[in-house]
């Protein structure tokens, strides 16, 4: 074998390949109807799981803003604009998204991916 073969050879043996670690993404969604009877709603969604910090990178829908609610039901965020929660920065913990409904429009969705 060459000289300049083994030496190639020999780097290519020894070097190690270090990738980026790969961020997981998860999706929770929140969906609100306000019935015509006064004070009854159904409300249903997927709620948001972190085992670890993360931040929102994507909000769809939500036209009217909404709220996030931790595993108490407190409200830790609340967005009139739905691309204002974009980088939003969330604990580990279980997050539940609740929609705003205006008077006309008596059902809204809203979903939201946070990175972690």
């Not at 609340?78 to 279980?94: I, K, N, T, Y």
């Amino acid at each position: 074998m060459r000289p300049v073969h083994a030496f190639f050879l020999a780097t290519a043996a020894v070097t190690i390949f270090v990738l980026p670690a790969q961020a997981e993404m998860v999706t929770a969604t929140g969906s609100l109807i306000k019935k015509d009877t006064y004070g009854t709603e159904e409300a249903w969604g997927r709620t948001l799981k972190l085992p670890e910090g993360g931040k929102v990178v994507r909000v769809m829908d939500g036209t009217y803003g909404f709220s996030i609610l931790n595993a108490k039901g407190d409200a830790i965020a609340d967005f009139l604009l739905p691309q204002d929660a974009v980088g939003l920065e969330l604990a580990p913990g279980e997050y539940k998204l609740s929609p705003y409904v205006c008077a006309q429009h008596r059902h809204h969705h809203v979903e939201v991916t946070v990175e972690y």
